[in-house]
């Protein structure tokens, strides 16, 4: 039973990481302007934030969900604004040079940014909310370690995809010139803002809503 828990665990994972949204954005522009290790680094942070979403629901933790998504306005915005300073600071900094290991970014940035935009996405949540009921021992399990095991699961299978791919891309870095990184960057940068403002404009279609 754990073993097939686990083993789900690490499929969720990987179909959370995989779709290319604005995070995977920001993990794949990374990999490219600073090598594999910082886009990892940044998947790690998202990988953190989804397995915390994770526990809540497979623990049963009711009140604290009925929290995150009572407010899930609140975080929607700040995802939103956090993507657009990110995607302008994308598009307005100029690459260094790709021959030379940047000193000036931080791993520890890397991944408390992308933790808090991911946290910022209650969406996920809902996404475990529905899934979970369907694996009725995580809930149902007589111990703590059976939902555990779980979220290990998940975990671990976003850490995989995200070394993957970021390290994937990180070995391109030394066939991109300069200017094919600007303009990689630039690109990113104008996707990532534009997911920002469109995260941002559906809570207004949500209010006209309610």
């Known amino acids: 039973m754990e073993t097939g828990l686990f083993i789900q665990g690490v499929i969720i994972g990987i179909a ?39 526990a809540v629901t497979a623990f049963g933790l009711a009140l604290i969900s009925d929290f995150l998504l009572a407010r899930q306005w609140f975080f929607r915005l700040f995802g939103g604004l956090a993507l657009i300073a990110v995607g302008l600071r994308i598009v307005f900094t100029a690459p260094s040079d790709i021959t030379i290991t940047p000193e000036n970014e931080s791993f520890f940035a890397d991944y408390t940014t992308m933790l808090a935009i991911t946290l910022a996405n209650p969406l996920t949540l809902l996404f475990f909310t529905i899934i979970i009921p369907g694996l009725g021992a995580v809930i149902q399990g007589s111990t703590w370690a059976t939902p555990a095991i779980f979220v290990v699961g998940v975990f671990l299978g976003e850490i995989g995809w995200w070394a993957f791919l970021c390290g994937t891309l990180g070995s391109m870095r030394s066939y991109l010139t300069r200017e094919r990184l600007h303009l990689i960057n630039r690109l990113a940068g104008l996707v990532i803002t534009a997911f920002g403002v469109v995260l941002i404009a559906s809570l207004m279609v949500t209010n006209d809503i309610a």
């Not at 090598?35 to 979403?53: E, K, P, V």
């Open 16 to 54: 959370l990481a995989a779709p290319v949204g604005p995070i995977a954005f920001v993990c794949i522009q990374r990999s490219l302007a600073y090598g594999r290790l910082h886009g990892i680094t940044s998947g790690f942070g998202i990988a953190t934030a989804d397995a915390f979403y994770a």
